[in-house]
């Protein structure tokens, strides 16, 4: 298991420097490995499945509510309080705010009722119509790691079997990567070994992963079930 003890030491071994601090730019290094990593193929990666949450948030009197504090990425499925999903803009994502836009007929969000249409954009969940009164949301989505500060604490939501290697190789093309400036030829070297060496095990995650595909839900008229095909 890759503890915060063992990634520390990992990590000084191969710096060969204690004075700098390593916790926060492990946990920074979790944190953008779980929010996505544009690899050189230009695909993006996927969603660490363990961080799969849902939570509901309220609506206000405003065409908008801020999305949960645990919030990352890839909201991917909104249902109103009976259960009933609530669809994203015609013909696009949650993400498709200029769409969500488009499809109003009142531009200025000013639409009143139930809500029937939703999307995210930056930290706010918008919605229309604005209900008379506060109507939870049910939202499915990605959540934030959460951060390392013991010793024996363990990264949150990467596989164990990756987890060293991935922010080992990450923290260090980073410090190796500071100061390539002055022209220090062994710290390029060894920027580019670790960000080789990152990349190549971020292709394993992704195959482990697998491809991050929208899930297909079907709803029972009876109980409005959410579920996966299979």
């Known amino acids: 298991m890759a503890t915060l003890a063992l990634l520390t030491t990992a990590i000084r071994d191969i710096i060969g420097d204690d004075s700098i601090e390593l916790t926060d730019r492990i946990n920074e290094a979790v944190s953008i490995i779980a929010g996505g990593i544009r690899m050189p193929d230009g695909q993006f990666s996927s969603p660490l499945p363990e961080l799969f ?13 801020d999305l949960p504090a645990t919030y990352q990425r890839n909201l991917f499925y909104v249902a109103d309080e009976n259960g009933s999903r609530i669809d994203p803009p015609r013909g696009g994502s949650y993400y498709s705010f200029v769409l969500f836009l488009n499809n109003l007929s009142e531009k ?3 639409q009143t009722g139930s809500v029937d249409r939703v999307c995210a954009k930056g930290r706010r969940l918008y919605y229309q119509g604005i209900p008379t009164a506060s109507e939870d949301i049910l939202i499915y989505f990605y ?7 013991l ?39 060894g920027a580019k070994y670790h960000n080789d060496k990152f990349y190549m095990a971020m292709i394993d995650l ?10 297909e839900y079907y709803a029972n008229s009876e109980d409005n079930y959410f579920g996966l095909r299979d």
């Open 143 to 149: 959540r934030k790691p959460v951060d390392m500060n």
């Open 53 to 65: 949450e849902s939570d509901t948030v309220g609506t206000t009197s405003n065409a908008y509510v």
């Open 151 to 189: 010793e024996d604490d363990e990264p949150d939501g990467l596989p164990d079997h990756l987890s060293k290697r991935l922010i080992v190789h990450y923290v260090c093309k980073e410090i190796f990567g500071e100061g390539l400036e002055d022209g220090d030829n062994s710290r390029a070297i």
């Open 206 to 215: 992704l195959d482990f992963i697998g491809l991050d595909v929208e899930p």
């Open 108 to 110: 200025d969000m000013s």
